[in-house]
Antibody, heavy 117, light 110 residues
Framework: EVQLVESGGGLVQPGGSLRLSCAAS????????MSWVRQAPGKGLEWVAN????????YYVDSVKGRFTISKDNAKNSLYLQMNSLRAEDTAVYYC??????????WGQGTPVTVAS | QSALTQPASVSGSPGQSITISCTGT?????????VSWYQQLPGKAPKLMIY???KRPSGVSNRFSGSKSGNTASLTISGLQAEDEADYYC??????????FGTGTKVTVL
């Protein structure tokens, strides 16, 4: 069964850091581009970042550049998102997703991140 | 990287057809035939419904179809069913390995 399971979300103060993880199974993780997509409470989806199969290329939405870092460990079938200098506007459910060519499939169930004091 | 524009809500009666529009710019929807559509049920993760503008993944009902004209992509749901009630999002490739999602549309089955 194809599965993505995120973890690492939680409550963090403004300016703090958090590292999200996404464990993949049931497909050849090393062959996939992967992305993080977030959804603020009651809002729409926003693409955050993606990474090439071997980790050699990474791209980010402007609002997180310089603060977030996406990484991938093919040996562990895992995707990560290191989030620094967090802001209230980063509060969202964060989904990891396979970035197949130019669409997103599969998706994880999401992990919530709340940035508040 | 502005979000693509979708109507906030669309409704229809069972059996009817509805169409959701997704308007972008010449930098995304208008240039690339790489629009995908996602269904999101309440409290659930999004599900891929259409990719590359009009292709359906295995297992997705043929009641769902996609098209594009100029800077606007569209998702049509024919034979509307109660189970189709959900939020729907379009997404377009925006160049340089970046993506932009639509604002989302809530579909209500009357």
């Amino acid at each position: 069964e194809v599965q993505l399971v995120e973890s690492g979300g939680g409550l963090v103060q403004p300016g703090g850091s958090l590292r999200l993880s996404c464990a993949a199974s049931g497909f050849t993780f090393s062959s996939y581009w992967m992305s993080w997509v977030r959804q603020a409470p009651g809002k729409g989806l926003e693409w955050v970042a993606n990474i090439k199969q071997d980790g050699s290329e990474k791209y980010y939405v402007d609002s997180v550049k310089g603060r977030f870092t996406i990484s991938k460990d093919n040996a562990k079938n895992s995707l990560y998102l290191q989030m620094n200098s967090l802001r209230a506007e980063d509060t969202a459910v964060y989904y990891c997703a396979g970035n197949v060519w130019n669409w997103f499939d599969p998706w994880g169930q999401g992990t919530p991140v709340t940035v508040a004091s | 990287q502005s979000a693509l524009t979708q109507p906030a809500s669309v409704s229809g009666s069972p059996g009817q057809s509805i169409t959701i529009s997704c308007t972008g710019t010449s930098s995304d929807v208008g240039t690339y035939n790489l629009v995908s559509w996602y269904q999101q049920l309440p409290g659930k993760a999004p599900k891929l419904m259409i990719y590359e503008g009009s292709k359906r993944p295995s297992g997705v009902s043929n009641r769902f179809s996609g098209s594009k004209s100029g800077n606007t992509a569209s998702l049509t749901i024919s034979g509307l069913q109660a189970e189709d009630e959900a939020d729907y999002y379009c997404c377009s490739y925006a160049g340089s390995n970046t993506y932009v999602f639509g604002t989302g549309t809530k579909v209500t089955v009357l």
